[in-house]
C-alpha cells in the first residue's frame, strides 16, 4: 500500500478522462498507476522538477518511466521533447516518457512555445545496479544461432522493430498495470546474461516462471499490433499498444488467443505460458518499451 500521503493526493487529483472507446474512466493526475506502484515515486524525483505549466510523476532512474501533463493554456502549438526524442501530447496534456537501461546520468527536458521559445530543464538519472546470470551448458545454437538463421532472424526483428514504432493516441497505458501471469519472478530486467561463457545482450524484461499453459493477460489494455507464433528468440509473440510509444510484449507463448487489429481489456487472456523460442523452460517473457527504449516492466507493477 503507498503511504497515506499519496493516497490522499492522488484522490485529491481524480479526473475524467475519455478513452478511444468513449467510455469514460476515472484515472488520478499524475495518474493512480504511479501513485500505486512500487519504486515509481523514488527520491530522484524530488531532484527533477518540473518546468512552469508541466507537473509530473515517476521514476527518474534508469529503466523508468514518468507520466505528465501539460497545462492547457500551454497547449496550442505546445512541442515536448526529452533531448532529440520528441515526446507526443494527448488532448489534455498527458505525455509519458521514459530511460533506457544504461541510460546517461544527465537528460534535457524540452517544452518548445507556440511562439517558437523554448525552455529546458535538465533532468537527473539515478544509475542502478544489474544482476548477473550464468548459464552453461546450453546447446550451440542456443547461444549463437546457425548463420542459414541469421536472415530469418533480420525479418523478423525488422517487423518488431515497426510494431515498437507506433505512435498512436491511445490513452491505454494511464489504465494502470496489473500482473500478466501468475508464478514466482524467475529474472529480471537489467541482468546481464552469461551464456555458456560469453556475455550477450542485457535483459530487458520480467521472467515470470510458471507450468505450461497457465494463463497470460494484458497487463493494461491496447491494440495488438504484432501476433507470430513462431520467432526465432521469443517464440509465439504478442506486441500491444498501449498509446504515445508505450509498448507491451509478451514472449515464450505456447498459445495466442489475440490476433494483429484486435483490442484487448486489462486483465483479458492473450495466451498461454510456454516455452518456445530460445527458451530454457517454461515461462513468461514480459517486457515495456517507450519506442526502442526499454524499460522495467517490474517497477510498473502493484506489490503481490
Known sequence: MPPPRCRAFAASVLIELTMLSRRPLLFALPFTALLLAPGLARA????????PGITWRGDFSQGGMVLGRAAPNLLPGLQLRLGERPISLGPQGEFVFGFGRDEAASQVFVLRRQDGSESSVPLSITKRQYDIQRID????????????????????????????KINSASL??????????????SGVYGSQRILNGEPRQPHFG????????????????????????????????????????INGAYSHLAR???????????????GIVGATGRATGPHLDWRVNWFDVRLDPQRLLPPR
Open 44 to 51: 530522484s524525483e524530488a531532484a527533477n522538477a518540473p518546468p
Open 137 to 164: 551448458g546450453l546447446p550451440p545454437a542456443q547461444v549463437t544461432p546457425p548463420a542459414a538463421l541469421l536472415e530469418r532472424i533480420k525479418r523478423e526483428n525488422a517487423r518488431i522493430a515497426e510494431a515498437r
Open 172 to 185: 491505454d497505458y494511464l489504465g494502470g498495470w496489473v500482473w500478466p501471469a501468475d508464478g514466482p519472478v
Open 206 to 245: 520480467l521472467d515470470i516462471a510458471a507450468p505450461t499453459g497457465t494463463p497470460v493477460r494484458a497487463s493494461t489494455a491496447g491494440i495488438v499490433t504484432f501476433a507470430d507464433k513462431d520467432v526465432y528468440y521469443t517464440g509465439g509473440t504478442v506486441i500491444i499498444d498501449h498509446g504515445h510509444g
Open 256 to 270: 495466442l488467443d489475440v490476433k494483429v487489429g484486435q483490442r484487448v481489456r486489462q486483465g483479458e487472456q492473450i
